[in-house]
């Protein structure tokens, strides 16, 4: 099956820093990949929509200055947190959707990147 | 999307089967049901997806009722390994003007005992 890869799975940062996240779709192309972020105890949050060659679309309440997306190409899409404080601490998870309205489309996940922010 | 409902948390024991329930009473004509689970610390895992019809993969099965307005996960013979936080979603299949994307509740967790 279509596989969904994150790096790195865990990351620890100095506040002020910043981090990149990298979401690899390993055997489909995917022109749109979406961003979660998860707190203890608590389900999956959207973050960001990424799309290949525009503009990702943000969920209201997460500003886009500090969690930059980059989607450049049809099978990486990028993640950095700017800035990092010890707020931004979290498991940040990407997901990609195989293409074509015809196929088994279910979102694919990463394994998640565990950032914790010192 | 439509909204799901899920009991918060369930227990099963091992090599029996788990009956995990979904209501989702506001659902549309052409929003289907998925079914995600989540191990600690890793990502999301696809179970199974169905529209109407009953269906079964190596993983489940799904029944779905007839009003399509609940369905009901089944693990056949629960493992130690299938504990984990159980995630009924309803979205958008394919393609339609934009990749739907796929919106979380707060899942049902399920504790397989010894």
Not at chain 2, 69 to 93: E, G, N, Q, W
Request: a positive charge; proline letters at 5%.
């Amino acid at each position: 099956g279509a596989v969904v890869s994150q790096h790195p799975s865990r990351v620890i940062c100095k506040s002020g820093t910043s981090v990149k996240i990298e979401c690899r779709s390993l055997d489909f192309q995917a022109t749109t990949m979406f961003w979660y972020r998860q707190f203890p105890k608590q389900s999956l949050m959207l973050m960001a929509t990424s799309n290949e060659g525009s503009k990702a679309t943000y969920e209201q309440g997460v500003e886009k200055d500090k969690f930059l997306i980059n989607h450049a190409s049809l099978t990486l899409s990028t993640l950095t947190v700017t800035s990092a404080h010890p707020e931004d601490s979290s498991f940040y998870i990407c997901s990609a959707r195989r293409p074509g309205p015809q196929q088994n489309t279910e979102a694919f996940f990463g394994q998640g990147t565990r950032l914790t922010v010192v | 999307d439509a909204k799901t409902t899920q009991p918060p948390s369930m227990d099963c024991a091992e090599g029996r089967a788990a009956n995990l329930p979904c209501n989702h009473s506001t659902i549309s004509g052409n929003e289907y049901v998925y079914w995600y689970r989540q191990i600690h610390s890793q990502g999301p895992q696809y179970i199974i997806h169905g529209l109407k019809n009953n269906e079964t993969n190596e993983m489940a099965s799904l029944i779905i009722t007839e009003d399509r307005k609940s369905s009901t996960l089944i693990l056949p013979h629960a493992t130690l390994r299938d504990t984990a936080v159980y995630y009924c979603i309803v979205t958008l299949r394919g393609y339609s003007g934009g990749y739907q994307k796929v919106t979380f509740g707060t899942g049902t967790k399920l504790q397989v005992i010894p």
